[in-house]
Nanobody
Framework: QVQLVESGGGLVQAGGSLRLSCAAS????????MGWYRQAPGKQRELVAL???????YYADSVKGRFTISRDNAKNTMYLQMNSLKAEDTAVYYC?????????WGQGTLVTVSS
């Protein structure tokens, strides 16, 4: 069993920055990929950024050039640096991880961007 805990959400003005963290704990044998998803009110959950164990990172077009995903394997922690935030970035952000053949989700952290 793996637990994912997000932190770093909050209220920020448009143009500001936030850094989200996702700490993984438990039976972590192999990490296939980790990523950030978000769900805005009334919308479906969408992939924001992905960092696989090998290969290139992926960003949704809406966040390219503004968000940066990274991972500290020694700390089993993933980050999402969010710059130049816009009102449309307001959502609950979820951490997702694929460990072995199992997929896990965090509980989500709310990001609110005021315009």
């Amino acid at each position: 069993q793996v637990q994912l805990v997000e932190s770093g959400g909050g209220l920020v003005q448009a143009g500001g920055s936030l850094r989200l963290s996702c700490a993984a704990s438990g039976r972590i044998f192999s990490i296939n990929a980790m990523g950030w998803y978000r769900q805005a009110p009334g919308k479906q959950r969408e992939l924001v950024a992905l960092i696989p164990s090998g290969g290139s990172t992926y960003y949704a077009d809406s966040v390219k050039g503004r968000f940066t995903i990274s991972r500290d394997n020694a700390k089993n922690t993933m980050y999402l640096q969010m710059n130049s935030l816009k009102a449309e970035d307001t959502a609950v952000y979820y951490c997702n991880g694929v460990f072995g053949s199992l997929e896990y989700w965090g509980q989500g952290t709310l990001v609110t961007v005021s315009s």
